[in-house]
């Protein structure tokens, strides 16, 4: 019979070899979803073209109203037969390529909202003065509409970080092996034996990820807001 | 793309039929959340000493472990809770039969009352202190005004937070069927594990999961209108 710590010391450098990929799994989409998300908040709020605006619409609330677990595996087992209907083969792709897509879908549409939020609490003024200086929609939209959409987004987007950094452990289910797929196939392999403490390690180390994420947005969140009650 | 659109019809009442099951799954992780949240929130509101560090600590350790870990844990220590508990109150377990369900309540009401422990914290604090001193000037006790003046307006200013929570427990239920519990998804897979159409089950699950969380979010601004009617500026609903 091994003691707690034997066990411990056993799986943790294997978890920590494993963090990249978990990051990798958050990083990806969080920065494909910033874009995408952009795009949808911009198809809701510009309001021009209806038929747009009304496919957006149920998108998003598709996405945020099913289990993000159901969607990784629409996406898993339907994805491939979408692509094999076009003419491709795609059985060399890992897991992991699905369930960065499916994290994409699903956190793009939350990103959308937030960013929606974000916009709609912006002052008309501040769009109205950056065009009355001359500055063109691109400018515009780089040096006014979007550090302050970001500003008011930010605490909504750090929430919706943190999620998706701990939902990066539903990836095992469909197989892509990270800090969970890694716990979980040692769990397996010891036969059970010293379950509770291998997964009691990987929950310290999602927790001091999560931590880490924390403070860094917070950081960030003291710079983006530093101009605060200088302008008024 | 070859949808078997037939069998995602033919299979639809087998997964709407696993619809209670999630609810109740629900249901009863809410019900123990919100019994979590009510002691952390009441501690930490009340600063009861040593209490209010407590939970606020086991409140930040539960926000950054993921539900899955949470999910397999208390699924993992079912078997060594179930032999400790074995023999007290003349209580005998069967090995085949070990109470899964209740492991997944365990870990979703945890999971859920570290965050709804927030909702009830800001909501009482956004009640305004005139509130708590005219009912003590109407001369009612303390447990008077918590009772008729300040917890129900704690109930609708949460309504919108806590609609939300729910929202994203029930969508949380789903990933109760890693661990052996049958509900909606489990359904959805076991049905459609003879002709390997998993993707038409699934998507009708999504349909399902979708067209419920739609549901709740309607009724519960349905509630909130009329309900949180009071918040309204005077002559809102006219203008």
């Not at chain 1, 979408?82 to 003419?87: E, F, K, S």
């Not at chain 1, 009691?200 to 880490?212: D, K, P, Q, R």
């Not at chain 2, 594990?193 to 519960?220: K, M």
């Amino acid at each position: 019979m091994e003691s707690p710590m034997q066990i411990v010391s056993k799986v943790l450098p294997g978890i920590i070899a494993h963090i990249p990929q978990t990051l990798l799994y958050w990083f990806l989409p969080s920065v494909l979803a910033l874009f995408f998300g952009a795009l949808l908040c911009w198809a809701r709020v510009s309001n021009r073209h209806r038929p747009l605006y009304w496919i957006c619409t149920v998108v998003i609330s598709f996405f945020r109203g099913t289990p993000g677990i159901v969607q990784i595996y629409i996406v898993f087992f339907g994805l491939p037969k979408l692509i094999w209907a076009i003419g491709y083969d795609v059985s060399d792709w890992t897991a992991g390529v699905y369930f960065v897509i499916a994290t994409t879908l699903n956190l793009s549409c939350f990103m959308a909202e937030t960013l929606r939020g974000g916009y709609l609490a912006l002052d008309r003024g501040q769009v109205e003065a950056g065009l009355s200086i001359g500055f063109s929609r691109v400018q515009n939209f780089v040096h006014v509409i979007a550090p302050q959409t970001l500003k008011v987004a930010l605490l909504n987007i750090k929430n919706l970080e943190i999620d998706v950094l701990k939902d990066t452990s539903v990836a095992y289910t469909i197989g892509a092996v990270e800090i969970m797929g890694y716990a979980n196939r040692m769990i397996s392999l010891r036969s059970g034996l010293g379950q509770l403490w291998i997964l009691g390690t990987a929950a310290v180390i999602y927790f001091i990820m999560c931590t880490v994420l924390e403070v860094a947005f917070n950081l960030a969140t003291r710079r983006i807001s530093r101009f605060e009650g200088v302008s008024r | 793309m070859n949808l078997d659109v037939d069998f995602m019809i033919s299979d639809m009442p087998t997964v709407v039929a696993a619809l209670p099951s999630t609810l109740i799954l629900s249901l009863d992780s809410m019900l123990w959340a919100l019994v979590f949240a009510l002691i952390c929130g009441g501690a930490q509101l009340a600063r009861v000493p040593v209490l209010d560090k407590v939970t606020l600590v086991i409140n930040t350790f539960i926000k950054g472990i993921p539900l899955v870990v949470q999910l397999l844990f208390c699924y993992y220590a079912v078997p060594y809770v179930v032999k400790w508990f074995d023999g007290l109150m003349h209580r005998t377990y069967d090995p085949q039969h070990l109470p899964y369900f209740g492991a997944a309540v365990l870990a979703l009401a945890l999971n859920f009352g570290a965050y709804i422990t927030d909702v009830v914290i800001s909501s009482t604090r956004a009640i305004d202190r005139g509130q708590w001193e005219s009912a003590y000037a109407c001369g009612m006790t303390r447990f008077q005004a918590l009772r008729r003046v300040v917890a129900p307006q704690i109930v609708v200013i949460s309504l919108p937070n806590m609609t939300n929570y729910f929202i994203w427990l029930l969508k949380g239920t789903s990933l109760a069927s890693i661990v052996n519990v049958v509900e909606m998804l489990t359904t959805a897979r076991l049905s459609a594990a003879d002709g390997y159409q998993f993707l038409e089950a699934y998507i009708d699950a999504a349909i399902i999961y979708w067209i419920v969380c739609a549901f709740i979010e309607w009724l519960s601004g349905r509630i909130y209108h009329s309900a949180g009617s009071y918040l309204l500026p005077p002559n809102a609903s006219t203008a």
